[in-house]
T-cell receptor
C-alpha cells in the first residue's frame, strides 16, 4: 500500500512568519509531486508542483523535493490569514497516473 | 470558460435509494476521477477512467458504479449497497500525458447526506 504521511496539525503561525509543511511518501517510483490548498468546505486547488530534486519557487511559495529521502515540503513566506487552509501533498505514484493524497496539514495563520 | 462542473451541490438520499452525481468537464482531458472525502480525512479514490468506455476501480469502489460514455462526462452512482455514503464527493480530471502523472483539476464537489 502506497502511503503519504503529513502532520495533521493544526500548524499555527503568526502573520508574516514562514509556514513549513512537510510530507513523506513511500513510493520510490513517484516522479511528480503536487501541493493542493483546500479551504473549508471547498474543493482542492493546485498551488505548486515539482518534478526535480531541489527547490522551486513561485511567489511566496517554495516547494522542496528530496527523492533520496522521499521527502517533499512546502514553505509559505510572509504568511497571511488568507493562507489558513488545509494543504494536501500528492505524489504521482499510481500505475495509471493517479495521484495519491495525504490527509493534509491544517494551517492557521493568526493576525 | 473551461472547467469542471458537478451537480447537484447538495444531495439528500433516503436509505435504500440509488443516487447519481454528475460530473462534466470541457477541458478536453482524457482522464477523470472520483474521490470521496470524509471530515478531517484525505481524498480516497473511488473510480477513475483514462479513456471513453473504460474505467478502473480505486481503493473504495464497493457500493459505487460509474460510466464513461462521453469524454466530457463521468457520472457516479451511489447505490444502496454503500452503507455509509454521507461524504463530500469530488470529481477531477487530468490530461494524462506520457509522463504518467499530471496535475488534477477539481470540480466544486457534491455534499451527499443520507437522511
Amino acid at each position: 500500500q502506497k502511503e503519504v504521511e503529513q502532520n495533521s496539525g493544526p500548524l499555527s503561525v503568526p502573520e508574516g512568519a514562514i509556514a513549513s509543511l512537510n510530507c513523506t511518501y513511500s513510493d520510490r517510483g513517484s516522479q511528480s509531486f503536487f501541493w493542493y490548498r483546500q479551504y473549508s468546505g471547498k474543493s482542492p486547488e493546485l498551488i505548486m508542483f515539482i518534478y526535480s530534486n531541489g527547490d522551486k519557487e513561485d511567489g511566496r511559495f517554495t516547494a522542496q523535493l528530496n527523492k533520496a529521502s522521499q521527502y517533499v515540503s512546502l514553505l509559505i513566506r510572509d504568511s497571511q490569514p488568507s493562507d489558513s487552509a488545509t494543504y494536501l501533498c500528492a505524489p504521482g505514484g499510481g500505475s495509471q497516473g493517479n495521484l495519491i493524497f495525504g490527509k493534509g496539514t491544517k494551517l492557521s495563520v493568526k493576525p | 470558460d473551461g472547467g469542471i462542473t458537478q451537480s447537484p451541490k447538495y444531495l439528500f438520499r433516503k436509505e435504500g435509494q440509488n443516487v447519481t452525481l454528475s460530473c462534466e468537464q470541457n477541458l478536453n482531458h482524457d482522464a477523470m476521477y472520483w474521490y470521496r472525502q470524509d471530515p478531517g480525512q484525505g481524498l480516497r479514490l473511488i473510480y477513475y477512467s483514462q479513456i471513453v468506455n473504460d474505467f478502473q476501480k480505486g481503493d473504495i469502489a464497493e457500493g459505487y458504479s460509474v460510466s464513461r460514455e462521453k469524454k466530457e462526462s463521468f457520472p457516479l452512482t451511489v447505490t444502496s449497497a454503500q452503507k455509509n455514503p454521507t461524504a463530500f464527493y469530488l470529481c477531477a480530471s487530468s490530461d494524462f500525458g506520457t509522463s504518467g502523472s499530471d496535475e488534477q483539476f477539481f470540480g466544486p464537489g457534491t455534499r451527499l447526506t443520507v437522511l
